[in-house]
Every structure is written in structure tokens, then in C-alpha cells.
């Protein structure tokens, strides 16, 4: 723990759980759910590739945001903001396809036919392919933040967990014109009851019965201008503008939460407690 940081006492819990079943899409609220070894149990899972294979997200698509994915068992049902929907049985199993993520190029997905295809291509303008990630795939993390070289994650930006804090949230709303919510940043855990910012002193922390490696600061890019709800952009670029004011670090950028991997399998809840270890 850094110098002169509160420590987390029994008052720190988990204020809020959330998965992104498909990469770059709506986000659901859960009241719990069980970490694999890729971090929450069908959190991004699925994906959106392009004609290059290339993965989708609200980055250059903030229409993504609308799209809304509910998953019951192994099917998944998706409704556009026009109330149009499409029901899929995922298929694990389904014929490989190549597709890349960042500079991750070769990972092996399960690609999930031409209907599903034809479905997110009318909804989103332009031709796309839906991808789950498989028996085949693997997507290891940067060896230089985990402690071990088999570590894996989904089909997320690199690591199987983002948390954030409340209160930070908080100072960084009274600093701004128009507050946001948290969805703006996207995470799968938030943590409450602990002073803003003190996530920064995070190493090895417990996540309920979960205890996890805290690797990597996140640095935050033009998604948290996009509102989750409509898709719609922020003129003016908050709150990732104001964020870069005053939570900046060189070579990375405009901080907001932490990049996490779990030890271990489990069940995260929320209301359950958060130590550092």
C-alpha cells in the first residue's frame, strides 16, 4: 500500500456487478455472477468482427451502445433501438473463423452463421460477423502484467477484470458540468466505501471470497464520452476531457479504474466485502 492511503476496512463492498456479453455493446447489472478462468462467467464472450475480421467497439461504432444483449442458458437475444431483436443459440462449436483483436491477430473464434450476420449488419449499416469465443480460442494476457504465462482472458481489451470506485466517480462528477453515470466507464466490478482514488494503491485485493492481482491502471479513451443509453457522443469529449486534467499518466493517459485478474474461480456478490490482502 502506498504512503500515507487509507487502507480498505469492513465498510468497502461491492456496490455494483456487470457483464458485456458481447464486446462493445450494453452492458447488463447482475447481483452476482461466478468468475472462470476468464474472468466473469459470459462476459465478453461474443463479439462483432468486420469484413477484415477486425473487432468492433464503440470506439469508431458508438451505436454499439444500443444494442442490447440478454442471454438465458446458451441463447442469446439482442434488441436494437428500433425494438427489432434477433434470438441465437450459441454455438460453441460452430465452423472457425480467424479475427483479431488489437494486435492480437490468428485467435479462433466460433463464428455464428449468416443469419445472425445479416441481423447486426441491418441494425448497425454495414456488413459484420458475430464471433464467440470458443473450445479453440485463447487470448493470453501481457505477460509483463500477470504472474504467470498461461493467463487468459476473453475477448476483452487485455484483462479479465475492470473495477472501479465510487467515490472516484464522485470527485470527478463535481468537477464537471453535467455528472455521468458509471456505465460511462464500463466496468465489471464497482467498490464502494472507500476514499476516491485509493484504488491507486491496490495490489492484491479481495473481491468477496475472490482474491486477485491488481496488474494495470486503465487508462480511458473516447468511449466514456458516448452515452450508453443512445450511442450519442459528447461534444466536447467529457468526461474524458477533465478526466485527463488532473488523472494523467505519461505514457498511458487518462486514468480511471484498474485492470484485474483473479486467482482463482468463485462467486462475486454484491454487498459482499472488499480487503486488500
Same mark, same amino acid.
Request: proline share 8%; hydrophobic share 40%.
Given at each position: 500500500?502506498?504512503?500515507g ?24 447489472p ?7 478462468r ?48 434477433? *434470438?441465437?443459440?450459441? /454455438?460453441?462449436?460452430a465452423? #472457425?473463423?480467424?479475427? +483479431? !483483436? ?7 473464434? &466460433? ?6 450476420a ?39 481489451d ?37 476514499? *476516491?482514488?485509493?484504488? /491507486?494503491?491496490?495490489?492484491? #485485493?479481495?473481491?468477496? +471470497? !475472490?482474491?486477485c492481482?491488481?496488474v494495470?491502471?486503465? &487508462? ?11 450511442g ?43 480487503r486488500?490482502?
Open positions: 500500500m502506498k504512503h492511503t487509507p487502507p480498505l476496512d469492513f465498510g468497502v463492498h461491492i456496490a455494483a456487478l456487470s457483464i458485456y456479453p458481447i464486446k462493445g455493446c450494453r452492458g447488463i447482475l447481483a452476482e455472477f461466478e468468475v472462470d476468464l474472468g466473469p462467467a459470459g462476459d465478453r464472450r461474443l463479439m462483432l468482427v468486420n469484413e477484415r475480421n477486425e473487432f468492433l467497439s464503440q470506439r469508431e461504432i458508438p451505436a454499439l451502445a444500443t444494442l442490447v444483449p440478454a442471454i438465458d442458458g446458451g441463447r442469446l437475444r439482442v434488441t436494437a433501438c428500433d425494438n427489432s431483436s434477433i *434470438a441465437i443459440d450459441v /454455438d460453441l462449436d465452423p #472457425i473463423r480467424s479475427v +483479431t !483483436v488489437w494486435a492480437k491477430e490468428g485467435l479462433l473464434a &466460433a463464428d455464428q452463421g449468416d443469419r445472425a445479416a441481423w447486426f449488419a441491418q441494425a448497425l449499416g454495414f456488413p459484420c460477423r458475430l464471433v464467440a469465443f470458443g473450445p479453440a480460442t485463447v487470448n493470453r494476457i501481457d505477460p509483463d502484467f500477470t504472474t504467470g504465462p498461461d493467463a487468459e482472458t476473453s475477448f476483452t487485455g484483462y479479465p477484470i475492470m473495477a472501479t470506485v465510487q467515490e472516484s466517480l464522485d470527485d470527478l462528477n463535481r468537477r464537471l458540468v453535467s455528472p455521468v453515470p458509471m456505465e460511462r466507464f464500463r466496468p465489471c466490478v464497482v467498490v464502494a466505501g472507500t476514499p *476516491a482514488w485509493s484504488e /491507486d494503491a491496490w495490489e492484491t #485485493i479481495s473481491l468477496g +471470497t !475472490v482474491a492481482d491488481v494495470k491502471p486503465c &487508462a480511458r479513451c473516447v468511449v466514456t464520452t458516448t452515452d450508453q443509453r443512445t450519442a457522443q459528447h461534444p466536447t469529449q467529457e468526461p474524458l476531457r477533465t478526466l485527463a486534467t488532473f488523472r494523467t499518466i505519461r505514457g498511458l493517459g487518462a486514468i480511471f479504474g484498474q485492470n484485474i485478474i483473479p486467482r482463482h474461480t468463485g462467486i462475486m456478490r454484491v454487498g459482499d466485502p472488499v486488500l490482502l
